[in-house]
């Protein structure tokens, strides 16, 4: 059985503010450790289960958070970016049997993290697919669902969480903490820990009984519109073949192939 697990870092417990998850921050070290142990136990919990091939995506920022002398010995590690299209997902094909997203967030315009965004912080005003907020998770859920794997669980703020379970009804949504303005009130991170692990190891059990539970349909016609914070930005997606324009800030994309859509995204906006 192979497992694909897409880390990112702005949902891991205790994380609150921008400076512990950038580089080379004085704040990162404790974020970076946090991270590493909920994937090593996401890593741990499907091993147990009977994964025997098993890829972490580091994707947060850099790409390169993830110590990874600290996961498991015999799981692979992508690190840093290729510049495809599935960013978050680079990797993902249809040999998995499933995947699982970790240290996820509220998306761009959402309120449930002080660090919401959809991945870039300042860019965009909103993005949205087929009227709803677009979050990462979202985007790389349809990734998998384009491929033909299952998204199994989700870990990271309630926010996300929510969402996760609007988008797939049977996803293991784990929350490890509750966004509230510019704060959040978590769990301690040895029990987010401890809690991912068991949640994980349930969720695999629910794979193997049946696993067109966690089936995710793509939609037959795809609408993406983005608002940019910048004007300029919109001018000059509108360039993009297909692109229509909303208004100054503000453009609209239509397409019934998924993968249309991401490498407009991933080279207009």
């Not at 998995?96 to 315009?109: K, N, R, V």
Request: one cysteine or more.
């Amino acid at each position: 059985m192979k497992i694909y697990i897409s880390a990112d870092m702005e949902g891991v417990a205790g994380v609150v503010s921008w400076p512990e998850v950038e580089l080379g921050s004085n704040s990162y070290t404790e974020a970076q450790r946090q991270m590493t142990r909920e994937v090593a136990a996401i890593c741990e919990a499907v091993q147990a289960a009977g994964a025997t091939e098993v890829l972490v995506k580091d994707a947060h920022d850099s790409g390169r958070n993830l110590i990874i002398s600290e996961l498991p010995h015999d799981v692979d590690i992508h690190r840093a970016w290729s510049k495809h299209p599935y960013v978050m997902m680079m990797g993902l094909d249809r040999t998995f049997d499933a995947c699982i997203l970790t240290g996820y967030h509220d998306a761009t315009y959402g309120n449930g993290n002080p660090l919401a965004h959809t991945m870039n912080a300042s860019k965009y005003q909103w993005i949205k697919l087929n009227g709803v907020l677009m979050s990462e998770m979202m985007m790389n859920a349809y990734i998998a669902a384009y491929e033909g794997v299952p998204v199994i669980a989700v870990t990271g703020d309630a926010a996300i969480c929510s969402r996760a379970s609007q988008l797939m009804p049977n996803v293991k949504a784990i929350a490890v903490k509750q966004g509230e303005g510019g704060g959040c009130t978590t769990m301690h991170p040895d029990r987010a820990v401890e809690v991912i692990q068991a949640e994980v190891k349930e969720a695999m059990q629910l794979l193997k009984e049946d696993p067109e539970q966690f089936k995710l349909n793509l939609p037959e016609c795809f609408v993406l519109e983005v608002c940019f914070t910048s004007h300029v930005d919109a001018y000059r997606a509108g360039y993009y073949t297909g692109v229509e324009s909303i208004d100054a800030h503000a453009v609209k994309f239509k397409t019934e192939d998924f993968f249309e859509l991401l490498k407009m995204f991933f080279f207009a906006c």
